[in-house]
């Protein structure tokens, strides 16, 4: 079953370059057809990989290049339930955006939907290679598709800066990446990821590989939005049409994640398991902050996707913290909150484009109010914030129990409230935006909010209804994520699979068959209280938040000015770093890759 | 002269950097990634290097058995595709901010910042 892996990259890919091509003389409706079979065919060959993938890993040679008594030849696809979930969740969400898109966008050319068919290709390649030139090949197609579809609309400034942003910040990465490639070739003479790791194995770590190893996180933490590398995802994912926003938001970013976790537990184990306390360390330091600069900047905003791509910045933090914490069982709690948070996002985005075809607006506070003849769009975003709380048995919730299951057996038990608070004030900011949308609360102008340019919306005419049942989609999908039946136990098994090396590479390197698969049994395991409680504790801090953000001016100003002196520095320090200017992005690209490779070329040899 | 090749990488790769954080121009900023790629250029070709090796072609030679790494020569050759593509991009984004803005300054192109 092998040759279904090449199947969800190759569909997308050539049926842009036929939408491409017939361009000119097949009408629209043929094109249409061409692009939306592509990509539901695609997520289809995509989930049956995933379901086979689910009994062992299914492993693809191209050209028939076997590897030959444990040397890998050629170049292969791995298919693993995490790289084969990330496909389908990638080719899914960007199935959704080209049915959204369907009639929303019609003033732009063909190449919109051709391009959004490369990326999702792209994305499929990225998270089922096994092979680390062949990312990068990946890494640079998705990001090519993303410049072109980020700056869309060149005519205005927001979209060309967003565009100049992210296509220069993303190449500095993929150099960045490109470099640790060159060196761990040097070192080992292969590219393919298994390989690498059993070649490492027999080295004792040096610095070439700590300089390898910190330059390929750093690329890859550029691509997932970390702190200090993710300053341009704001600019470019703001500028967005909404649907591209939602394939931006709801996956691209964690294809990063994917890959440092994978670069890790493959690659990098037999040398660095020995210095795990200080891998944790330091990735665990940048989800948290991350998170708390991503919440903190969400709450600042008022235009409202820079808004939702701040809340993606601060859940991409839990994630890496997820990661980071080098447990199983947060592992998987990562990939539940990929999965569900992918979705939820999507959604919101979608309901966000909505709200822009039908106001014409993306401002909070000149929407104020405006929302309240728009009952399927309030009732949408109430029910995605909601998702994204982590709420018990709610949307992101399974993703945030995991992480903090596996965070207690790490004993790092701090990492909870700060994921509370993190979820808490996101939440609450997307609650404070509905209430003064849809209900029309609180006041018309806030001084501390974000200004914005105005910008000209460029959708016309649309089909409503099918937007609406796409958003409707997406988000239902999200929120049930916590809820399904055995979810959490198989994920738990991937994971289990995910950081087991030496299966994988008896299975890609000598042909091994995969061991026979547990059986799982369908239920939902009780969570525990702590996960409950923070939970809970983060719907509360949502609430606060929405509250003070919507009436803060109420609170007696013997409270208020002293609060603001205390904590406006700071965040005018904070604010002042999203300068939007592509100089100052690149600096801290590198400077967050010198102090990355500083720390760990004290702690890592 | 073993480690020279790579301290050429490195200098390369830091002069294009610098470049492209101090740049007003996004032509000369396209002209400095493309400086900065021509750093992996250089150590890509320098790790595949062996001393007295020849080209990587063997068939049709009797006594030719050292030759250069041909695996960093094709990764060589997608990179320069990679970065060519790139590097298009960034010089039509160019022409559309100085048609729509009537700048080619990046740090007047901003809009949204904060």
Same mark, same amino acid.
């Given at each position: ?13 050539? !049926? ?24 539901? $065919? ?49 080719? *899914? ?30 994305? $499929? ?44 910040s993303?190449?500095?990465a993929?150099?960045l990446l490109?470099?640790g ?32 190893f910190t330059l390929l996180v750093a690329g890859l933490l550029a691509k997932a939005a970390i702190a200090p590398f993710h300053?341009?995802h704001?600019? &470019? ?16 970013i964690?294809l990063g994640l994917?890959f440092v976790a994978?670069v ?18 330091l990735l665990?330091?940048l989800g948290?902050v991350t ?22 910045i601060?859940?991409a933090g839990?994630m890496l913290? *997820?990661i980071a ?189 995969? !061991? !026979? ?26 609430? !606060? ?17 002293? $609060? ?24 801290w690209i590198?400077?967050g890759t010198?102090l990355m490779?500083?720390?760990? &070329?004290?702690?890592?040899? | 002269?073993?480690?020279? +090749? ?10 294009? #950097? ?37 080209? +990587? ?12 790494? +041909? ?18 991009? #960034? ?14 300054? +990046? ?8």
């Amino acid at each position: 079953m092998s040759w279904l892996l090449p199947l969800p990259v190759a569909i997308p890919l050539l !049926a842009s370059a036929l939408v491409v091509a017939c361009d000119h003389f097949a009408p629209k409706w043929v094109k249409d057809l061409i692009v939306i079979g592509a990509a539901s $065919a695609a997520t289809v060959f995509a989930a049956l990989a995933l379901v086979q993938a689910e009994r062992g890993d299914i492993v693809h040679w191209f050209g028939g290049w076997h590897s030959d008594h444990g040397v890998a030849l050629g170049v292969s696809f791995v298919g693993e339930p995490f790289g084969a979930g990330m496909a389908v969740l990638a080719l *899914g969400v960007t199935t959704l955006a080209l049915l959204y898109s369907w009639t929303y966008l019609r003033a732009a050319a063909q190449t919109y939907d051709a391009l959004l068919l490369v990326l999702g290709g792209g994305m $499929a390649g990225f998270a089922l290679t096994g092979d680390v030139f062949n990312m990068f090949v990946w890494f640079e197609l998705i990001g090519v598709a993303a410049y072109a579809l980020s700056g869309f609309k060149v005519e205005e400034i927001g979209p060309l800066q967003g565009a100049v942003n992210f296509a220069i910040s993303n190449t500095i990465a993929g150099y960045l990446l490109l470099i640790g490639i060159a060196l761990l070739y040097g070192r080992t003479g292969t590219l393919n990821l298994v390989q690498l790791g059993k070649s490492l194995a027999g080295h004792p770590t040096d610095r070439l590989t700590v300089v390898a190893f910190t330059l390929l996180v750093a690329g890859l933490l550029a691509k997932a939005a970390i702190a200090p590398f993710h300053l341009w995802h704001a600019d &470019a994912h703001a500028v967005a049409p909404a649907p591209v926003c939602a394939v931006f938001s709801g996956v691209m970013i964690q294809l990063g994640l994917l890959f440092v976790a994978r670069v890790y537990w493959t690659v990098f184990t037999p040398q660095l398991q020995m210095h795990a306390a200080a891998v944790r360390g330091l990735l665990l330091a940048l989800g948290v902050v991350t998170m708390l600069v991503g919440a903190l900047m969400c709450f600042l905003q008022r235009h409202l996707k820079r808004m939702l791509v701040f809340s993606t910045i601060a859940e991409a933090g839990i994630m890496l913290a *997820g990661i980071a914490l080098l447990d199983p069982r947060s592992l998987a709690g990562t990939a539940d909150l990929v999965l569900s948070h992918g979705l939820l996002k999507a959604g919101l985005f979608l309901v966000c484009g909505l709200v822009i075809v039908q106001l014409r607006e993306v401002d909070e506070l000149r929407l104020h109010g405006a929302g309240r003849r728009l009952p399927f769009s309030a009732v949408f975003w109430l029910a995605g914030t909601i998702g994204m709380i982590g709420v018990p048995y709610v949307g992101v919730f399974l993703g945030h129990s995991l992480i903090e299951d596996g965070a207690v057996s790490q004993h790092v038990e701090w990492l909870q409230p700060l994921m509370m608070i993190a979820a808490g004030v996101t939440a609450g900011t997307l609650l404070r935006a509905w209430a003064r949308i849809f209900l029309g609360w609180g006041p018309r102008d806030d001084q501390l909010l974000t200004h914005e340019p105005e910008e000209d919306p460029a959708e016309q005419r649309s089909f409503v209804p099918l937007m609406r049942a796409t958003a409707a989609v997406a988000l239902a999908l999200g929120l049930v994520v916590s809820v399904v039946p055995g979810l959490e136990r198989r994920t738990e098994e991937a994971a289990k699979r995910f950081v087991d090396r030496k299966a994988l590479e008896a299975q890609v390197l000598h042909g091994a068959e995969p !061991a !026979a698969p547990p059986r799982l049994a369908h239920d939902i395991p009780p969570p525990s209280g702590a996960s409950v409680a923070y939970g809970m504790g983060a719907a509360v801090l949502a609430l !606060a938040v929405a509250a003070f953000g919507l009436w803060r001016g109420r609170l007696p100003f013997s409270l208020r000015r002293p $609060a603001w002196r205390a904590l406006g520095p700071p965040i005018g320090v904070i604010r002042a770093a999203h300068s939007g200017i592509v100089g100052d992005y690149v600096l801290w690209i590198v400077a967050g890759t010198a102090l990355m490779g500083a720390v760990w &070329a004290f702690t890592l040899t | 002269m073993h480690y020279l +090749p790579y301290g050429v990488a490195a200098w390369i790769f830091c002069v294009g #950097i610098y470049g492209a954080i101090v740049s007003r121009n996004l032509i000369h900023l396209a002209m400095c990634l493309a400086v900065t790629q021509s750093s992996t250029y250089i150590l890509l070709l320098t790790i595949g290097y062996r001393k007295h090796g020849t080209a +990587p072609v063997f068939k049709g030679f009797e006594n030719r058995t050292r030759g250069v790494d +041909p695996v960093v020569q094709a990764l060589t050759l997608t990179d320069i595709v990679v970065s060519v593509t790139v590097i298009a991009l #960034i010089l039509a984004l160019a022409l559309d901010a100085h048609r729509a803005a009537g700048t080619v300054d +990046p740090d007047e192109l901003v809009g949204l910042h904060g």
